[in-house]
């Protein structure tokens, strides 16, 4: 074999690893397309979902207010269909809102069609009849237009409880899908079918052959979409031969509501792109690889001696995968020489590639594991923090136990400041993964306002003179920002608003203590501690009559088209969640003064706990009746409430601890957990029990829950978060039984 073929051979050696791995690398971005294609139909299918249950629950806030409005609590019929047209036209997307009577008979419909219609054998209005304050939902083709719709209907009770009407909004889906489809550039299908197998919405293009109405129950598709918990996606192939992957949205709301949201696309359609790019990825590695091999055979022809050695040794290295190799200068003059060059430019050039690959590798793999976070975070956020408070509490237990041995001591600690650690985690994987709607933080309420400042002054404009006075020292609070900023901005409006020829408005912070005679705009005292937040105006002011109802939804003073009468109801929903409270001052010509109360921390950040510990401790006497649905938890909890001087009754669910209540023991104190199985959380344990008994006090613990805790009306309670340790169960045990009685 000749000098020139041999190293021609190393030269295509060399070349032909790096070759490999561009190759393979080419082929594992097909496959990653294609991965990630098949992903983003059952995540389009679930934005879908998320966007439908955002609109359940606005209709939800509509029925609130309708239901709330004068408008409807008449008996003529024509009255009432005439405001319901006109709430209707704001909401194009129902096709109808109607109110029937508690006997199913329809009484008045936005459509005005007189029509008589009994729908006692709707099954929405057979499930809606046993709510409150909640919405039913059943996906039906309408009566009156006949299109498919999503039926979301609202029990109106009176103060007595008793029925008095059902408010029905009809939704359309045929819209909702059309919406969703132009967004999806009408790349993929979009499928809505009931529990029954009916089709709702069928896709628009020529593949799909059942027609709006239909039914698919028994096919494979329909299985696939009704199983609880089954794949992600599906191959279906069609009576044509044509095969579709679908995708079905697992929203535990939706599929409650009986509707099944698929969204799908041709499989040749899917892996095509794909296909493509690999195709014209290595056809141009193929056509540079033969254009170096090209230019290398004629570079080899003229080859000789120590230079070809050189370039042999170089082409070895490579071949074993070196990307390191270099040949050292210096260089020979003419096309050896530049072949020395090119060979090191190239080596470099791969090693650099290399490592951009191995990066991207990692940041890949990085990102799908916060993807995964993200979903499995909401599910094991509960359970994980369970666990946490068992490990985090008997490590307590051990270190005190094995404070004679310093290394059992030790590891005992270790395992404490491991369980912290842990609830940490927790704690920062559900801010990433967004699962808490309301979001309250401990903030300084002077410092969030102040950076709300140029925003404020922007939307007065300059013919409005804004002064901003806050405090020193003020209280922490526990307050969602987000919401606050839009409170305080829907406040800042308002005022503008009424001073169009210009005037004063000024925004103050400070700390205040309320009484019994300190009442809201309800009527309602609640004594205690608050961080107060007003906003004045020089403004026209309000009338008696106008003030009584300015927080009534959809009241306004505004003309026609220039406010919706929500944002005051709002600004007082908002404070009302947060365990606050509003009070309002105004007069004609004379300006207002709104004045929101946000609660103060019991206990601030970074308060030395170790004194209340030295108090509770040994102090504890009382019965506490605990309700925990976590075996171990409950154990330890029991146990460390025994040590700490309580007798304790222990139940594992809400039935079972109302059992207990309606005897006559002596209790002074319910500890529930606020997510428990059985159908009754901590929150309507505590109002059923606060019925039973009025001076018992309440302390919720939580490791994690979808929504935020709604302490019930009338009920002061505290919120222990899980895990904790022996001082703060003491110390918010001591808190919570200190309270003052209802």
Not at 231 to 245: A, L
Request: charged share 25%.
């Amino acid at each position: 074999m000749s000098l020139r073929t041999r190293l021609l051979i190393l030269v295509i050696a060399a070349m032909l690893v790096p070759a490999i791995l561009v190759g393979l690398r080419f082929v594992q971005n097909r496959a990653s397309e294609i991965d990630a294609a098949l992903a983003n139909l059952a995540a389009s299918a679930d934005d879908i979902a998320a966007d439908l249950d955002e609109k359940i629950q606005g209709t939800a806030q509509l029925h609130y207010g309708l239901a709330r409005a004068r408008d409807l609590d008449t008996r003529d019929k024509a009255a009432c269909s005439a405001f319901l047209s006109d709430v209707r036209q704001e909401y194009p997307q129902f096709t109808g809102i109607l109110t029937i009577d508690p006997d199913g008979s329809l009484f008045c419909d936005s459509l005005r069609t007189n029509r008589t219609l009994d729908l006692n054998d709707r099954g929405y209005f057979k499930q809606v009849k046993g709510l409150t304050g909640v919405v039913a939902v059943e996906p039906v083709f309408g009566r009156l237009t006949g299109l498919s719709v999503l039926q979301i209907a609202y029990p109106v009770r009176s103060e007595a409880g008793a029925l008095k009407l059902v408010l029905l909004a009809s939704f359309n889906l045929n819209k909702f899908v059309e919406f969703h489809d132009k967004r999806l550039l009408a790349e993929k299908d979009i499928l809505l079918v009931d529990a029954k197998g009916t089709v709702l919405a069928a896709p628009k293009g020529g593949g799909w052959s059942e027609p709006v109405g239909g039914s698919i129950a028994g096919s494979d598709l329909f299985r696939f979409a009704a199983a609880p918990d089954g794949e992600p996606f599906r191959e279906v192939t069609d009576r044509e031969g044509r095969t579709q992957i679908w995708g079905v949205a697992r929203s535990p709301s939706i599929r409650k509501a009986g509707l099944y949201i698929l969204v799908g696309r041709s499989k040749d359609g899917l892996v095509a792109a794909a296909n493509r790019r690999l195709y014209e990825d290595l056809a141009i590695l193929a056509v540079a690889s033969l254009l170096l091999l090209a230019g290398l055979w004629i570079l080899t022809t003229v080859s000789i001696g120590r230079q070809v050695g050189r370039l042999a040794t170089m082409a070895k290295r490579l071949g074993r995968g070196d990307l390191s190799a270099r040949i050292p200068e210096p260089h020979p003059g003419g096309e050896l020489g530049g072949l020395m060059t090119l060979l090191n430019s190239t080596a470099e050039s791969l090693e650099q590639q290399r490592a951009a690959i191995a990066d991207l590798s990692h940041k890949l793999s990085q990102s799908q594991k916060m993807e995964a976070m993200g979903q499995l975070t909401g599910g094991v956020a509960h359970d994980f923090n369970n666990l946490l408070t068992v490990i985090l509490g008997n490590s307590e237990h051990l270190a005190d136990r094995l404070a004679g041995n310093k290394e059992l001591h030790r590891i005992a600690g270790d395992i404490a400041t491991a369980a912290e650690r842990g609830s940490d985690l927790t704690r920062s994987l559900l801010a990433f993964a967004r699962k808490q709607p309301l979001r309250p933080r401990e903030i300084d309420i002077a410092e969030q306002v102040t950076g709300m400042k140029q925003l404020l002054r922007r939307t007065l404009g300059e013919h409005i003179e804004s002064s901003f006075t806050f405090a020193p020292d003020l209280w922490l609070a526990s307050v969602d920002p987000g919401q606050l900023a839009t409170a305080v901005l829907n406040l800042v409006l308002n005022a503008r608003d009424a001073m169009p020829d210009g005037g004063k408005l000024a925004v103050e912070a400070r700390n205040a203590s309320l009484g019994e005679s300190d009442l809201d705009v309800n009527g309602e005292a609640r004594p205690g501690d608050y961080v107060m937040l007003a906003v004045k105006d020089t403004g026209a002011g309000m009338s008696s009559e106008v003030l009584g109802r300015a927080f009534e939804p959809f009241f306004t003073t505004k003309e026609v088209g220039k406010g919706t009468g929500l944002g005051l109801s709002m600004v007082y929903g908002f404070v009302q969640q947060s365990g606050g409270l509003v009070q309002m001052q105004s007069e004609p010509g004379r300006g207002s003064t709104i004045r929101l109360f946000f609660p103060r921390l019991a206990t601030p950040p970074g308060e030395d706990l170790r004194p209340a510990q030295a108090t509770v401790t040994h102090a504890g006497h009382e019965t506490v009746l605990l309700v925990e649905d976590d075996d171990m938890v409950r154990a330890y909890v029991e146990n460390e409430l025994r040590t700490l001087g309580y007798r304790v009754i222990a139940t594992s669910n809400g039935p079972a601890a109302l059992e207990v209540l309606r005897q006559p023991e002596d209790i002074q104190l319910l500890f529930t957990d606020v997510v428990m199985p059985g159908g009754m959380f901590g929150p309507e344990l505590a109002k059923q029990a606060a019925e039973l008994r009025p001076d018992l006090k309440v302390l919720f613990t939580s490791g994690y829950s979808q929504d935020p805790v709604k302490t019930p009306d009338g009920i002061n309670a505290r919120i222990l978060t899980k895990p904790f340790k022996r001082q703060e169960l003491a110390a918010m045990l001591r808190s919570a039984l200190s309270e003052p009685s209802r």
